[in-house]
């Protein structure tokens, strides 16, 4: 009963590198959230994506930052020419289809990756 | 996370109530929640309340609901240093965070 899978859980890059980070939401779930967590700050919601769909992309950076969910595989978030003002966890959480009975509203939360620019 | 609020920080001792509270703004949300983040993991719910409920009680957590004002606490009773962690609240309507709450418990 494998959880919320996101890898790698710790990623460094250099100034101007991408980052790519993965995302394996549970099984069953066809919804996707991307979080920004600063340390010491608080949760920023990214992007709210179901398969090949993005719902809502309205906490994401305009420039450099991309997510995707394909038909198969995980989900995606893409940091282009990272700066260290990126550096940052980045979580993932799933959920099933809304409005469905088994949904509750309740985000399952992936252990989250870390990002550090240097 | 703007529409949502929280104070940052509460410091408690072992075996006292902690109280944390949170505002909102989105009054069509069908479900409220808490989330629970120890460090270095990612958020685990807690617990959560309808919008149609005035309070829930799970063990030693109390949920308290006033729609009215807008507002939403956790009350966890005789407090241990396990709890010690980061509380969120959150809404169903558009799962934005609040910034959470940092609950420390001295010994």
């Known amino acids: 009963n494998a959880g919320v899978m996101q890898n790698p859980r710790h990623l460094v890059r250099r100034r101007g590198q991408e980052a790519r980070l993965r995302c394996s939401p549970m099984?069953?779930?066809?919804?996707v959230y991307w979080y920004r967590q600063l340390p010491e700050e608080g949760l920023k919601f990214m992007v709210y994506?179901?398969?090949?769909?993005?719902?809502?992309e309205s906490g994401m950076p305009k420039e450099r930052f991309s997510a995707e969910f394909p038909k198969e595989g995980p989900s995606i978030l893409r940091i282009q020419q990272v700066v260290r003002g990126d550096s940052a966890a980045y979580f993932c959480?799933?959920?099933?289809?809304?409005?469905?009975?088994?949904?509750?509203?309740?985000?399952?939360f992936g252990e989250g990756s870390r990002l550090t620019v240097l | 996370g703007e529409d949502v609020e929280q104070s940052l920080f509460l410091s408690v001792r072992e075996g006292d109530s902690s109280v944390i509270n949170c505002t909102y703004t989105?009054?069509?949300?069908?479900?409220l929640y808490w989330y629970k983040q120890e460090p270095g993991a990612g958020l685990q719910l807690l617990t959560y309340?309808?919008?149609?409920?005035d309070m829930k009680q799970d063990q030693r957590l109390t949920v308290l609901l006033n729609k009215k004002d807008k507002h939403l606490s956790l009350r966890i009773a005789d407090t241990q240093t396990g709890d010690s962690a980061i509380y969120f609240c959150?809404?169903?309507?558009?799962?934005?965070f609040g910034a959470g709450t940092r609950l420390t418990v001295k010994p």
């Open positions: 309340i309808f919008s149609n409920m």
């Open positions: 959150a809404e169903s309507i558009d799962m934005r």
């Open positions: 959480a799933s959920s099933p289809e809304p409005g469905t009975a088994k949904n509750t509203g309740e985000l399952f």
């Open positions: 099984k069953g779930h066809s919804h």
């Open positions: 989105d009054s069509s949300s069908t479900y």
């Open positions: 994506l179901q398969k090949e769909n993005i719902i809502d």
